[in-house]
């Protein structure tokens, strides 16, 4: 039971290259949501999908295409990387008959 | 926006001080939550609090959520170096959990 994966946990990338952030939850959660951290900003929502099939804008969505491929997996891309998306990356699931997230281990991205 | 205002943004005491940290917002949440955040690692849950009023207590940590249900606290008694670490509060909905800043806690020995 690995909980929630995201792969890969590094990257560097250049300016206008593109990448997908890979992320998979073993839990059976319908909900699953990719958040970004920055210094002194908390987690902010980017994306999130309410069930397969369905996914809607968070917070900060604008740069970011995402997509609920089964239920188990949740990829987020980047078409074109701009330096301003240099972060740190958290995918989760939720259950929801506790409200609890259940968060990867994140991926730290630069973009240069 | 953030809907989710944590107070203070960082905090830095002594070991055996006791210490509150604040969590507002202008929204009602169905529940609040608190999650802890360790360096290199996603944040972990460590409690959800759900009626206005609610008081839950986690060894010497103690949870209260308002009356209103727009804000919350967490005290922590007799600080521990072992509770260094980054603190969020999270508001609940039907769909979204929104997170506040953070609250980076520092704990010397």
């Known amino acids: 039971n690995a909980g929630v994966t995201q792969t890969p946990k590094f990257q560097v990338l250049k300016t206008g290259q593109s990448m997908t952030l890979q992320c998979a939850q073993d839990?059976?959660?319908?909900?699953m949501y990719w958040y970004r951290q920055d210094p002194g900003m908390g987690l902010r929502l980017i994306y999130y999908?309410?069930?397969?099939?369905?996914?809607d804008k968070g917070e900060v969505p604008n740069g970011y295409n995402v997509s609920r491929l089964n239920k188990r997996e949740f990829s987020l891309r980047l078409e074109s990387a701009a330096p301003s998306q240099t972060s740190v990356y958290f995918c989760?699931?939720?259950?929801?008959?506790?409200?609890?997230?259940?968060f990867g281990p994140g991926t730290r991205l630069t973009v240069l | 926006t953030q809907l989710l205002e944590q107070s203070p943004q960082f905090l830095s005491i002594q070991e055996g001080e006791n210490l509150t940290v604040y969590c507002n917002s202008s929204s009602v949440f169905s529940s609040l939550q608190w999650y802890r955040q360790e360096p290199g690692e996603g944040p972990v849950l460590l409690v959800t609090v759900v009626t206005g009023g609610e008081v839950k207590k986690l060894k010497r940590l103690t949870f209260q959520f308002g009356d209103a249900r727009k804000d919350s606290s967490l005290h922590i008694t007799a600080a521990q170096t072992g509770d260094t670490g980054l603190y969020l509060c999270a508001g609940a909905g039907d769909d979204k959990i929104i997170f506040g800043k953070g609250t980076r806690l520092h704990i010397l020995p």
């Open positions: 999908s309410a069930s397969e099939g369905t996914t």
């Open positions: 839990m059976n959660h319908n909900s």
């Open positions: 989760a699931s939720r259950d929801r008959v506790t409200n609890e997230q259940f």
